[in-house]
């Protein structure tokens, strides 16, 4: 065993963080969750398994295998998970609330500059160098997941197949997950060692274990035991907190009111939103504009590039639709009073449901850790996700990268390949030198983001 892996395979810290101390660390991953998916998965990865050893490797893919069943947010609801897990539901309310509110804060504020002015310079160039800086950790991230997820052929296979079909066939996330439990789930049974974890284990080492770990093997997470009693009392409560509001706007405003409106379509696409932001983009872009007039042709992309420049998921972009149908159509009220309101709707339609799927779901993946056939579907699952990982990253880079794509038609390829011509020289510049400083000298995550983030400033002021 390699010093690496001996390190890997080193045990937790001493005790459990506090709630406090959690939510210190919550609030950093919050401000600093850039990149997507991808990034954010990295980020927390970075932050909860290896430096501080909160939660292990293996449970920590098994959580992320489950949120990406779920519609909405993977990496969101990633956070609520493994909060529930540290500090019960409060801790799950804090890590999910500030995964989302500073880029919830940062969005409403650019939505209300958007309607004002347009453009802003400064903010423009520092995201600018931060996207740039996110590139090199999504990198680093997906070389160091993969080390420790594909340790064998059959799940290196599964990954390779993922990336391909998302890429090259632009097939559907949720039939590619869906597909990859299915290899799973029927490998096991044709032959139980493709994706043994006990195969994984010997290739590299014991996994990295973590406090949550620790606390399993000994009984203490009492509240992680599922019940059909506790069920019913999460959605006793969580279905009325979400869709309450809803019903309580319809009474009070009618079915046909711009806020009904909102919260009805917004909590319906809730439901609807595997693969993230950009699979349901083009229907909200289409209801928004032809069915409701909320927003010109166009607007939708502009609020993507809103969304893409600050931390959070990617799905905040709804919050720029809901910010402009309430500015649009504010009544009575003031344009940017009614537009803040709009989002706040939004996002409040959007986000309650994850809070839902994971406080009432995730007690019963727990318990199924141990089943040998659901072990190997989420394995299959941990293998397309590195690959869902990799095509994400190759998207976002390319954007990075290139100012325009194009897409082949080819018979039954249509990849989205770059112009060549358009290449940012200052945007490869800098993820050229964050990719140095991250995987040749070492250099900290913090460090990487600030100079990125001074020198995007820099050459934005220059140009």
Known sequence: ?????????????????????????????????????????????????????????????????????????????????IG??????????????????????VMLGLSALYVTWRHVPLVDGLFFGIKAAVLAIVIEAGFRISRRALKTPAMRLVALAAFLALFLFKMPFPLVILAAAFVGWAGHRLAPNLFSTAQRHAALGPPVTGLVDELFARGELTHTRPSPGRALRVLALWLPLWLAPVGLLWLTTGGGSVWTQIGSFFS????????????????????????????APGEMLDGLGLAETTPGPLVLVLQFVGFLAGFRMPGMLPPLLAG??????????????CFLWIFLGAPYIEALRSNESLSAALAAITAAVVGVIANLALWFGL????????????VWLSPDVPVLSSLDWQAALLAAGAILAILRFRIGMMPVLAACGAAGIALKGLG
């Open 84 to 105: 529930w897990l540290m500090h019960r539901t409060l801790g799950g309310l804090i890590a999910g609330l500030l995964f989302i509110l500073p880029g919830a804060l």
């Open 1 to 81: 065993m390699t010093a690496l892996q001996s390190d890997m395979a080193a045990g937790p810290a001493e005790r459990m963080p506090t709630l406090a101390e959690a939510t210190r660390v919550w609030a950093k991953i919050g401000c600093l969750s850039f990149g997507g998916p991808a990034g954010q998965i990295a980020l927390m990865h970075r932050e909860l398994v290896e430096e501080r050893r909160w939660v292990g490797e293996e449970r920590f893919l098994h959580a992320l295998n489950y949120c990406m069943l779920l519609p909405g947010p993977e990496a969101q609801q990633l956070a609520i998970y």
């Open 268 to 295: 319906m696409m809730a439901v609807v939103t595997f693969g993230g932001a950009y699979a349901v983009l083009s229907y909200v872009a289409q209801a928004a504009v032809e069915g409701f007039g909320w927003l």
């Open 340 to 353: 803040s309101l709009g989002a706040l709707l939004t996002l409040w339609a959007t986000f309650a449901p």
């Open 399 to 410: 954007h990075v990268l290139f100012r325009e794509l194009r897409g082949l038609d080819l």
